[in-house]
């Protein structure tokens, strides 16, 4: 099966198990806007779970805040959004499609590392035991040759996104001859800048309506409260404010499912440092945020760093952290350090001091910003293209199952009784009501055992537990593993203390060495 298939597969299990629907589904749909369905909003919450106690919980440092979407429009002119969030976009005359010129050339730059990674893969089975790659790199003609043109349209690409150079961007896309994928052609049109923020009008009337916008990113609710929260909080440097909400980009090119959205949620967290300490700061939540990642269990080898060629307008260093989708290594969420770019500009636009009094040092200052910030929905992907995995089983069955961390599972535990008589719904029942204050149960009598186990393998719950006639006899159940598949007879009065060891975010806490 090709990437490209198991995508397609994963999209339609998302729908078919009630994890994501297209919005609006029965008017055909919205572009780029999804709703998350009974699964769905579970997996949901129990990611937005993990990060958020990862941060406030296990931080003392760290507090939370929920600041409102709609905000004064004079934000945005602040935080320099009015001006400069703009995707460089261009058309195909013949096809009438449009694209994101810069996505069209980082396309093919990643082209031409696959075309590089398999050459050196040919050369690896045709050398055998002998290969050196370090050194095949270094002298085959045909990697020397695709390595040095994809580098220098590298540096054109970084110095055109720089300098917003949207004729280069142009010129890089007919020099590299890319074609439109839908017509084939090389018929393209200028590029331009477009704005993604989403505006609409606040006030009763037309006349008197104000302008506002639906926020682009949660960060600037996080920048205009820093002096409340560090007041109330009588907070002090270092200290972080994290954010979990909605944000919204008006995406030209919505590709990838719910990778890139129009409506989405981020989770963002601000951390205000002493100017000077802001690199030191940058590289400690690097590493922080690339442990909670590598805690799921997905495989360290998925994750990378990838240095953003073009800086936002606020920063000075920025890393993405990127997980191996089905369509490649692609962004998941990113580590910014942002100068004191906004809570400067804030000062600047409102006329409000924003400073912090440094009782160590005895001055007072504009503190810095170090930002880790991942989208909900793109993490979301990220954990269902992890977990969907596709068994031979013996006797020739397949079966679909999602091996999600158990403590991200939206249901914990399927309680079946092994007939609809003898008392044994009474006894799975009991079991429902005993677990369900503290976890996700579900009570199935319907079909035979096994369909009632592929049914909650297609949604990742870790345990099925049986009730049969033994359970009446001697107060056991069976209690089957997801990825295993191995049963094992437990007393009833065990079962809470079991699903508290797996489910529990402990075990992950655990590994991230806070
Ligand atoms: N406050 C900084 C900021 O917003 P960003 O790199 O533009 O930075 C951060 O976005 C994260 O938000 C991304 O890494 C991604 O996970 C998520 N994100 C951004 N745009 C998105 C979109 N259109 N759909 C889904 N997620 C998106």
Redesign the pocket.
Known sequence: MTQEELFKKLVAHCKEYGFVFPSSEIYDGLG?VYDYGQNGVELKNNIKRYWWDSMVKLHENIVGLDAAIFMHPKTWEASGHVGAFNDPLIDNKDSKKRYRADVLIEDWLAKQDEKIDKEVEKARKRFGEAFDEAQYRATSPRVLETATKRDEVHTRFADALNANDLNELRQIILDCEIVCPISGTRNWTEVRQFNLMFSTQMGSTAEGANTIYLR????QGIFVNFLNVQKTGRMKLPFGIAQIGK?F?N?IV?RQF?????E?E?M?MQFFVRPGTEMEWWNKWKETRMAWHRALGFGDENYRFHDHDKL?HYANAAT?VEYNFPFGFK????I?SRTDFDLSNHQKFSGKKIQYYDPETNESYVPYVV?T???V???FLQVMSAAYTEEKLEGGDQRIVLKFPAALAPIKVAVLPLVKKDGMPEVARKIVDELKYDYNVVYDEKDSVGKRYRRQDAIGTPFCVTVDGQTLEDGTVTVRHRDTMQQERVKIEQLRAMVDEACSYRTLFKKLSL
């Open positions: 780029a682009p990113e949660t960060a944000a980009r995406e919505a719910i990778f890139r959205m129009r989405f981020q963002e936002a993405d962004e998941v969420e990113g910014h930002e910030s991942i989208g929905d793109r993490m």
